[in-house]
């Protein structure tokens, strides 16, 4: 009996669809991206509940016929092209033709659409594959496209969504990559009935301006300088932030024709032009544009269509190293040298009389391992090997000079409560705290360890929501842009709960009226960004892991700084809490806090 059998066109679809749709951002990348193949002027996003509910968008292309519209929805149906060759002169974001496929297999979706020469329109209705009517409908020129319940008939899929806070940020960050690239057409995103951004049509300065300025002050002349390259084979241009103005979130953005794209490749080269001008762990914001022929790339590598091979990389990384360095250089960002000034200074110079070759006298019977014996030739050591009889060889035993931790897993009581109450503490350094142990002597990181101290005293604040707050006397403005204003919001209760009093003045503003007891006279806006900063990079979708963040980086915010010179009162206070914690060996990020210098290796030393 035969055995394979060709997969029904819906099973097809869906199989297709966990390639292409993965989460809401993915089907909103594609169904923008084919209102600005369609030509459109505006582009309205419409989501509700993150996009799992509803995913609208409306846009004034050139619409499409009925039958075009019905074939929109078969897969490898397209109008971007038509033969092989044509994949190497792309001009449009999309041309796999399996984008709407994907989505109607695994969504219900219905669409209204009408071109400028058609009386009426055309509406579709598909649910998971299966066309529900096909009608004339009366509708402006363009297209109407809404996605509603998305995954409803894949229940797994739908599961491992993240939270709507976490989707509405996916979304936030696909719908960014599209703007970016395409500042004259006015945009508007709409969540939950509420307009989250709004952006008229413009330049890409005005652009970029509009989703990531800082409304208090202007954005790109106090941060920002202009790069503008052109050569043969790919005009680049852009914007690159001053060395001063780096921080360690980076706004790192790549696009090539009209498409975004990542490139680690690329990315280095842009690092190796700010070499020597960063401070340890910030990194450059940066927004590029490349224009290369289409035939010297090749954007069909995924279906996400970010993943794209250039032709010759070494040469576009020469170019692009070359470009940004110009420009820092070209606004005396960076130091150069003209060798070719008139203004340069006359040195006069000697006459070309010959120079003597210097004469060194060199003794050949100097031997600088027999200075001993020829300085002191009636005491040259006879038998000295008798020294170093009955000493054992350890020359091959690695004795490491201070390790990172060397506190053994079965040493649970290294540090006890009712020793440190009492003995001596000494600092080193102003930095280290040494402690007599049971087997040796602790040296303990002071920074690291108040950390330690202050994340377990916050943790216990937001589980009892008991945060002390102190008001301030002149509250402080916290602008963010949109994504972390979405952010913000998501933590708020778990702010207010451990001492910080926000309330909202725009839809990207917070005034800042009191702040954590813990933070004395430390202003709050550095600490929020910190705060929002840690919780974006490592990643936080529980109330547990938000907690964990908010607290860790607050405790980190408020620790004692390196180069503190204590009272032994202080160390005391440190040491007794941190033993009181049980996790003094190492912080919740895993960097070493406490380490055991054993009597052992003290005695080796000697």
Same mark, same amino acid.
């Given at each position: 009996?035969?055995?394979?059998?060709?997969?029904?066109?819906?099973?097809?679809?869906?199989?297709?669809?966990?390639?292409?749709?993965?989460?809401?951002?993915?089907?909103?990348?594609?169904?923008?991206?084919?209102?600005?193949?369609?030509?459109?002027?505006?582009?309205?996003?419409?989501?509700?509940?993150?996009?799992?509910?509803?995913?609208?968008?409306?846009?004034?292309?050139?619409?499409?016929?009925?039958?075009?519209?019905?074939?929109?929805?078969?897969?490898?149906?397209?109008?971007?092209?038509?033969?092989?060759?044509?994949?190497?002169?792309?001009?449009?974001?999309?041309?796999?033709?399996?984008?709407?496929?994907?989505?109607?297999?695994?969504?219900?979706?219905?669409?209204?659409?009408?071109?400028?020469?058609?009386?009426?329109?055309?509406?579709?209705?598909?649910?998971?594959?299966?066309?529900?009517?096909?009608?004339?409908?009366?509708?402006?020129?363009?297209?109407?496209?809404?996605?509603?319940?998305?995954?409803?008939?894949?229940?797994?899929?739908?599961?491992?969504?993240?939270?709507?806070?976490?989707?509405?940020?996916?979304?936030?960050?696909?719908?960014?990559?599209?703007?970016?690239?395409?500042?004259?057409?006015?945009?508007?995103?709409?969540?939950?009935?509420?307009?989250?951004?709004?952006?008229?049509?413009?330049?890409?300065?005005?652009?970029?301006?509009?989703?990531?300025?800082?409304?208090?002050?202007?954005?790109?002349?106090?941060?920002?300088?202009?790069?503008?390259?052109?050569?043969?084979?790919?005009?680049?241009?852009?914007?690159?932030?001053?060395?001063?103005?780096?921080?360690?979130?980076?706004?790192?953005?790549?696009?090539?024709?009209?498409?975004?794209?990542?490139?680690?490749?690329?990315?280095?080269?842009?690092?190796?032009?700010?070499?020597?001008?960063?401070?340890?762990?910030?990194?450059?914001?940066?927004?590029?544009?490349?224009?290369?022929?289409?035939?010297?790339?090749?954007?069909?590598?995924?279906?996400?269509?970010?993943?794209?091979?250039?032709?010759?990389?070494?040469?576009?990384?020469?170019?692009?190293?070359?470009?940004?360095?110009?420009?820092?250089?070209?606004?005396?960002?960076?130091?150069?040298?003209?060798?070719?000034?008139?203004?340069?200074?006359?040195?006069?110079?000697?006459?070309?009389?010959?120079?003597?070759?210097?004469?060194?006298?060199?003794?050949?019977?100097?031997?600088?391992?027999?200075?001993?014996?020829?300085?002191?030739?009636?005491?040259?050591?006879?038998?000295?090997?008798?020294?170093?009889?009955?000493?054992?060889?350890?020359?091959?035993?690695?004795?490491?000079?201070?390790?990172?931790?060397?506190?053994?897993?079965?040493?649970?009581?290294?540090?006890?409560?009712?020793?440190?109450?009492?003995?001596? /503490?000494?600092?080193?350094?102003?930095?280290?705290?040494?402690?007599?142990?049971?087997?040796?002597?602790?040296?303990?990181?002071?920074?690291?360890?108040?950390?330690?101290?202050?994340?377990?005293?916050?943790?216990?604040?937001?589980?009892?929501?008991?945060?002390?707050?102190?008001?301030?006397?002149?509250?402080?403005?916290?602008?963010?842009?949109?994504?972390?204003?979405?952010?913000?919001?998501?933590?708020?209760?778990?702010?207010?709960?451990?001492?910080?009093?926000?309330?909202?003045?725009?839809?990207?503003?917070?005034?800042?009226?009191?702040?954590?007891?813990?933070?004395?006279?430390?202003?709050?806006?550095?600490?929020?960004?910190?705060?929002?900063?840690?919780?974006?990079?490592?990643?936080?979708?529980?109330?547990?892991?938000?907690?964990?963040?908010?607290?860790?980086? /607050?405790?980190?915010?408020?620790?004692?700084?390196?180069?503190?010179?204590?009272?032994?009162?202080?160390?005391?206070?440190?040491?007794?809490?941190?033993?009181?914690?049980?996790?003094?060996?190492?912080?919740?990020?895993?960097?070493?806090?406490?380490?055991?210098?054993?009597?052992?290796?003290?005695?080796?030393?000697?």
């Amino acid at each position: 009996m035969d055995i394979i059998h060709l997969l029904p066109d819906s099973v097809a679809n869906q199989i297709a669809a966990g390639e292409v749709i993965q989460r809401p951002a993915s089907c909103l990348k594609e169904l923008v991206e084919n209102s600005l193949d369609a030509g459109a002027k505006r582009v309205q996003v419409i989501v509700r509940d993150a996009g799992r509910t509803l995913l609208q968008v409306i846009d004034d292309g050139i619409g499409m016929s009925e039958m075009d519209a019905r074939l929109a929805f078969e897969r490898h149906a397209t109008s971007k092209i038509h033969e092989a060759k044509d994949l190497f002169s792309l001009r449009t974001m999309g041309f796999r033709g399996e984008a709407l496929a994907s989505i109607c297999a695994v969504a219900q979706v219905e669409m209204t659409t009408r071109r400028a020469e058609d009386e009426t329109g055309t509406l579709i209705e598909i649910h998971g594959s299966d066309v529900v009517r096909q009608e004339p409908c009366v509708c402006p020129v363009g297209t109407n496209i809404k996605v509603s319940n998305l995954f409803f008939n894949v229940p797994v899929r739908r599961k491992f969504l993240k939270t709507d806070q976490t989707e509405l940020r996916n979304l936030l960050t696909e719908f960014y990559h599209i703007v970016l690239v395409y500042p004259k057409v006015a945009f508007t995103f709409v969540h939950n009935d509420e307009i989250i951004l709004e952006l008229p049509a413009g330049t890409e300065k005005q652009r970029i301006e509009a989703v990531f300025g800082n409304p208090k002050k202007n954005f790109y002349t106090s941060a920002f300088v202009e790069i503008k390259t052109e050569t043969e084979m790919v005009n680049i241009r852009g914007f690159v932030v001053k060395p001063e103005s780096a921080t360690r979130k980076a706004e790192q953005y790549f696009f090539v024709n009209g498409r975004y794209m990542r490139h680690p490749y690329f990315l280095k080269a842009v690092l190796t032009a700010y070499s020597g001008m960063l401070a340890a762990d910030y990194q450059p914001s940066f927004f590029i544009y490349f224009d290369i022929s289409p035939e010297a790339i090749d954007v069909n590598i995924h279906p996400t269509k970010t993943e794209i091979k250039f032709a010759d990389e070494q040469t576009v990384f020469q170019i692009l190293m070359a470009s940004v360095r110009e420009a820092l250089g070209k606004f005396t960002l960076a130091p150069t040298i003209d060798f070719e000034t008139s203004g340069s200074i006359d040195i006069p110079l000697p006459s070309h009389s010959p120079v003597a070759r210097p004469q060194v006298a060199v003794d050949p019977n100097y031997n600088p391992f027999r200075t001993r014996g020829a300085i002191y030739p009636d005491k040259t050591p006879t038998n000295w090997e008798s020294l170093y009889s009955g000493l054992q060889d350890t020359r091959n035993t690695g004795i490491p000079d201070l390790p990172d931790t060397n506190i053994p897993d079965s040493c649970t009581d290294i540090l006890r409560p009712e020793e440190v109450e009492s003995c001596p /503490l000494w600092q080193y350094a102003g930095k280290y705290i040494l402690v007599p142990a049971a087997n040796g002597l602790a040296l303990v990181n002071q920074h690291r360890a108040h950390i330690a101290v202050l994340y377990a005293q916050f943790m216990e604040q937001l589980t009892l929501t008991q945060g002390a707050m102190q008001q301030l006397l002149f509250p402080e403005i916290l602008a963010l842009p949109q994504d972390d204003m979405i952010l913000i919001g998501q933590l708020l209760p778990d702010l207010r709960a451990i001492g910080f009093d926000l309330e909202q003045l725009s839809p990207d503003s917070y005034s800042v009226q009191g702040i954590p007891a813990q933070l004395a006279n430390q202003s709050p806006l550095p600490v929020l960004q910190h705060i929002v900063h840690q919780v974006r990079e490592r990643g936080a979708d529980t109330q547990r892991e938000w907690r964990e963040q908010i607290a860790f980086a /607050l405790a980190e915010s408020s620790a004692i700084p390196y180069g503190k010179i204590l009272t032994e009162v202080e160390m005391r206070d440190i040491i007794t809490r941190l033993v009181q914690t049980g996790s003094y060996r190492r912080l919740a990020n895993g960097k070493t806090i406490t380490s055991l210098l054993s009597d052992e290796e003290i005695n080796k030393r000697f």
